[in-house]
């Protein structure tokens, strides 16, 4: 157990200095950082200010999911489809190091890109304390669910870089798969299925949905069942991802 965390610590600092020594983890920080003062700050969007509210709920988490939709396929289509196309993957796999080991280094590097940018719109945060007295526990809920959500899309991507080669290819499945999670949620879907299915598919169909389960931690209400839907689904996309790279090994 021991042996094996360290070779995923290996992994993780070898593609978290990879991130760094390059140009991809700085630009995703500050197109994510532009992005959210736009949305959060125009009046047309989040409106913060026209708001007269100390509060991040209304004005600064709501845009995640949509933000998250388009920056995070981006970073996950290099996770593995590059190592396909050139074929260092064949590589990686010569060495002492299992296929669930390899994901979860890289999808954790990947991941820690991610709570680092969130983690550094802590202005907002602290622009907000210094406004007024919000309710710091819906804070640090909407921060988790933010992450959890981020962290949800970008499995979702190592899956769809395990089985392509091409960066592309893989950021447009991801994007597509994303979208649907988040639209199976929306009230025209649900609305539809209302109107002729049984009462059990239209709460499978909407508890399927990413964005009901957001909606309610980034409101403050945590709930184990939230949790765990991000949790299962990042474990179901990673276990996914290890299948496709085992058969791709075995091959």
Known sequence: MKNSLLRIFWIFRRETTGYFTSPLAYVFIVIFLLLCSFFTFTKWFGGFFAANEASLANCFFPFHPWLYLLLVPAVAMRLWA???????????????????????????????????????????????LALGEPDIGTMISGYLASLLLAGTYLAIGSFTSA???????????????????LLIGHPAVTDYFTSWAPEWIVNLISGASVISHYEGLRRGVIDVKDISYFLSTIVFALCATGVALNSRRSS
């Not at 196309?85 to 979860?104: D, R, Y």
């Not at 089985?163 to 999670?181: D, G, H």
């Open 82 to 128: 590059e190592e396909n196309k050139s074929g260092t993957i064949e590589l990686l796999f010569t060495m002492p190091i299992s296929t669930a080991e390899a994901v979860a280094g890289k999808y954790l590097a990947a991941w820690f890109v991610l709570g680092l940018s969130l983690l550094l719109t802590f202005p907002l945060a602290i622009t907000v």
């Open 163 to 181: 089985i392509s080669k091409n960066q592309v290819v893989s950021f447009i499945i991801c994007l597509v798969i994303c979208l649907s999670l």
